[in-house]
């Protein structure tokens, strides 16, 4: 997914090589000074504007093709809705500026990302949020799971995060006040009264092992995706808009003209009428508006 920057070879019989080394240096400049300053519009993104989904989240690509449809005109841009199933490489390519941006993902999984591979990328506006919550194949509500249940959290640092400041809000267990809860890991939870056994799973496997666990917790769309109904989710609570999934953009580029009408166009207020609104069961309570705090 990713590309290098171009590079340039000239091949001379002068007699002046200081010459030669003058125009490879200043072209190597100049090729580098492009490439940090983004590109000019229609050079580099042209006109049509791809923006990342992860295919598995069927509800994103709705949205993209809304902004696509009804607002994108009204900017002068084309949207593209692409999709990819690898996260880090659809975030190395939004880097590389081979898509215009993805929405995928909120600010804490995007900063393991960036920590992890140094990738340029900045968050520049919400705009929605996933239905997240805890799900139960055995019981009907929380006050129903037994002493000594087994409650399975997301593996991943940001979302299992999550997954236990959802807990804690809730008063069901207690974690360490020194740490800040959107971090906390399964070391971090002090006080646990109804001693629930914890399980690490990766996101993607919560929907086929809830027939064998007490409660799971995670995204509405996963467990949508594994065919598990929405009957069977016990709690959920509003979510944090420190969750909200945001557009996010190759830092290079966020002055080019283009990817500035992207921006407008994505935090165009019918975005949330959208979600507010919408009757599609990719969409309705799978994605929804950005929580006020």
């Keep these: 997914m990713s590309h290098s920057n171009e590079q340039f070879q000239i091949r001379t019989k002068s007699k002046a090589p200081w010459i030669v ?4 240096s200043l072209a190597a400049i100049g090729s580098l000074f492009y490439y940090t300053q983004g590109s000019k519009e229609g050079v580099k993104f042209g006109e049509t504007l791809k923006v990342h989904f992860e295919p ?20 002068g841009i084309k949207i593209e809705a ?31 990302v960036v920590d992890g591979n140094g990738f340029a990328l900045t968050p520049v506006v919400p705009v929605f949020q996933w239905g997240f919550g805890i799900y139960s194949d055995k019981h009907k509500s929380v006050a129903d799971l037994p002493e000594k249940a087994v409650v399975v ?31 906390a890991k399964l070391k971090d939870i002090k006080e646990n009264p109804h ?25 509405v769309s996963q467990f949508d995706a594994g065919k598990i109904p929405r009957g069977k989710g016990i709690l959920f609570p ?54 006020a705090q």
């Design 56 to 75: 598995a989240m069927a509800g994103e690509e709705r949205i993209i093709q809304f902004v696509a449809e009804k607002i994108a005109p009204d900017y």
């Design 21 to 24: 080394a003058l125009v490879i």
């Design 153 to 183: 959290v997301p593996v991943d640092g940001a979302n299992q995060g999550q997954a236990l400041w959802l807990l804690q809000r809730e008063g069901l267990i207690k974690l360490d006040e020194a740490i800040e809860p959107r971090t």
């Design 195 to 219: 001693q629930w056994e914890f399980q690490e799973l990766d996101l993607l496997t919560l929907p086929r092992i809830l027939d064998s666990v007490d409660a799971a917790i995670g995204y």
């Design 238 to 291: 509003p979510p944090p808009r420190t969750f909200a999934s945001q557009l996010v953009i190759g830092t290079p580029y966020l002055k080019d003209p283009q990817i500035e009408k992207l921006i407008q166009a994505f935090s165009d207020p019918r975005v949330s009428e959208y979600l507010k609104n919408t009757d599609d069961p990719l969409v309705k309570d799978v994605l929804t508006q950005v929580s």
């Design 82 to 112: 692409v999709g990819l199933q690898d996260p880090v490489q659809a975030d190395r390519a939004v880097a590389d500026g081979e898509y215009a941006g993805t929405i995928y993902q909120h600010q804490w999984w995007l900063k393991q």
